[in-house]
C-alpha cells in the first residue's frame, strides 16, 4: 500500500508534496560537502537499502526548492540525501529505515527544516562514521526527530548557526565504548541546542566548535554528556546530565559558561561531574553537583596566564571530593558556593598552594565558628587542613583506602594531638553561616 502511495505520488507530479514557498533565488543548494562525508563529492543514492520498502529518495527528488513536503505516514528505506532547501515533515509519523547500511539521512543544504520523523538503523561502522542524520548546512532547523538504533546520531561538519531542538536521540546497544556520539559538532559555529535527550549514547562532542548554546537538554546513561575540546565562548545553561560517567567537560577551550545545570550520579572510577583539563577563562555558576565521585575536577587549569576560573553560588554535595585541583597554578575564585555532605569538601595538590586560588563567602557544612551579629558572615575564617589522610592525595592508589578504618583512625589521631604539622588548602577568610544568601560576583 506504502509502495503504491509513493508511486501514486510521483506519478501525478507531487501529490504529496504541498508547496508552500517559492525558493527565492539565493536559496539554491550550496556546492557539495559530501554524501556522508563533509570532503567527498556528493553522489545521489541509487538503490533503497530495504528494497520492500517504498524509498524516499524519490519524493524527495520531485520536491521543488523551498516547497513543503509531507509524505504519507509510513515506514521508507534509506538512504536520503537532501540537497536542496525543502521542508519535510513528517508528523511523528513517518520512520525512515537505514537496513543497517551506512547513513541513514543526509542534509547537504541551507535554510531547511527537518521535523516529526523516525530515523533508525544506521550502519555500525566507526571508520565511516555512520550516523542516522548528517548535517552538512547552515541555517537548518533539525526538530522532534526521533533517532534510534544509530551508530551516531546528529552529526554536525562544518555546519553554523543551525536549530537543534526538541530531539530523542539513541545509539546502538552495544557497549559505552563502541558506541557512537549521540551528537557531535566538529567546526560548526553558532548552532543552538535546546531540550534535546540524549539518552544510552556514548558523548555529546563539541570539538573546534565555537559560539554554541547547549539550553534545556537532558543527558543520560551515557560517557561524557557534553566534552568540549578547542571549543571557546559556548553556554551550557539549564541542561540535566544524570548518571553519566562524566557531565561536562572542558579540555584546552576558554570562556566557556555552565551555569544553573543539575549534574548528579557521575560515578566510577572516573566519575566527575565537570571536569577541566587546561582550560580558561570559563564561569561555573549556579549548578548542582549531587552525588558524583569528584563534583568538580580541575587539571592545570587556568592554564593561560592571568586568566581566571571563577566557581560562584553552585551547590557542591553529596560527592566524594567536592572540589579537587591537581596541580598548583592558582587562579580560581571560588564565591557564595554550598559545600555540604562531601566525604572531602577541597583536595589541593602540592604544598604550600592555600593562597594561590580565592576562597570568600562560601558555605561549609563543617564550620565550627560562630556569629555572633547575625550577618550570616562567620566571625572567623574557615580553614581546611590536610592531616595524615594527605596518603591518599599524594598516593592516587591509596585512595581506595580512604575511608578504611585504620586512615580514619590514624586522621582522627593526628587532628586530636598532631605529630606533623598539618598543610593549609585553603582559608575562606568570610565564610557564609547559613546556605540563604547568594555571592556578588
Not at 508534496?17 to 539554491?28: C, F, G, H, K
Not at 533539525?142 to 553554523?160: N, Y
Not at 551547590?315 to 566525604?343: D, K, P, W
Request: net charge negative.
Amino acid at each position: 500500500m506504502l509502495r503504491a502511495l509513493a508511486l501514486l505520488a510521483l506519478a501525478i507530479g507531487g501529490l504529496a508534496i504541498a508547496a508552500t514557498t517559492t525558493a527565492p533565488p539565493d536559496m539554491a543548494a550550496p556546492a557539495s560537502a559530501g554524501w556522508g562525508s563533509s570532503t567527498e563529492a556528493a553522489v545521489m543514492p541509487t538503490a533503497p537499502n530495504v528494497p520492500h520498502l517504498p524509498w524516499l529518495q524519490p519524493l524527495i527528488d520531485q520536491a521543488p526548492a523551498g516547497s513543503t513536503l509531507k509524505p504519507p505516514p509510513g515506514t521508507y528505506s534509506g538512504p536520503v540525501l537532501v540537497n536542496k532547501p525543502l521542508v519535510i515533515d513528517g508528523g511523528g509519523k513517518v520512520t525512515i529505515d537505514g537496513g543497517g547500511k551506512g547513513t541513514v539521512f543526509v542534509l547537504e543544504t541551507n535554510s531547511s527544516t527537518l521535523r516529526g520523523l523516525h530515523l533508525k538503523n544506521s550502519g555500525a561502522s566507526h571508520d565511516s562514521d555512520d550516523a542516522c542524520l548528517n548535517v552538512r548546512g547552515n541555517h537548518n532547523t533539525i526538530e522532534s526527530l526521533v533517532i534510534s538504533d544509530c551508530l551516531f546520531g546528529i552529526d554536525l561538519k562544518q555546519a553554523s548557526d543551525n536549530l537543534v531542538r526538541g530531539n530523542r536521540i539513541s545509539s546502538k546497544p552495544l557497549s559505552l565504548g563502541m558506541r557512537g556520539d549521540g551528537l557531535r559538532l566538529w567546526y560548526s559555529m553558532n548552532n543552538r541546542i535546546e531540550n534535546n535527550e540524549v539518552i544510552d549514547s556514548r558523548d555529546m562532542v563539541v570539538w573546534y566548535s565555537n559560539g554554541n548554546v547547549f539550553r534545556d537538554n537532558l543527558g543520560r546513561r551515557s560517557r561524557y554528556s557534553i566534552h568540549f575540546m578547542f571549543a571557546h565562548d559556548n553556554e551550557v545553561v539549564g541542561n540535566r546530565f544524570y548518571d553519566n560517567a562524566v557531565g561536562v567537560y572542558l579540555m584546552y577551550t576558554e570562556r566557556v559558561n555552565v551555569r544553573n545545570n543539575v549534574i548528579s550520579h557521575a560515578t566510577g572510577a572516573t566519575g566527575m561531574g565537570i571536569g577541566f583539563k587546561e582550560a580558561s577563562n570559563s564561569v561555573i555558576e549556579g549548578n548542582e553537583i549531587i552525588y558524583c565521585a569528584v563534583g568538580i575536577g580541575s587539571d592545570l587549569s587556568p592554564f593561560e596566564p592571568d586568566s581566571k576560573i571563577h566557581f560562584r553560588n553552585n551547590r557542591i554535595a553529596y560527592n566524594g571530593i567536592g572540589i579537587m585541583f591537581t596541580s598548583e597554578l592558582g587562579g580560581n575564585v571560588a564565591a557564595g558556593n554550598v559545600f555540604e555532605g562531601n566525604l572531602t569538601h577541597v583536595m589541593q595538590a602540592g604544598r604550600g598552594a592555600s593562597n594561590l586560588n580565592e576562597w570568600r563567602g562560601n558555605h561549609w557544612d563543617d564550620y565550627e565558628g560562630f556569629d555572633r551579629n547575625d550577618d550570616n558572615v562567620g566571625d572567623t575564617p574557615y580553614e581546611l587542613f590536610a592531616f595524615a589522610d594527605r596518603i591518599w592525595m599524594e598516593i592516587p592508589q591509596a585512595r581506595f583506602f580512604k575511608t578504611s578504618p585504620a586512615l580514619e583512625a590514624l586522621d582522627f589521631l593526628e587532628r586530636l594531638a598532631p605529630f606533623s604539622s598539618p598543610d593549609l588548602m585553603l582559608r575562606d577568610e568570610s565564610p557564609r553561616f547559613s546556605k540563604t544568601k547568594e555571592a556578588k560576583p
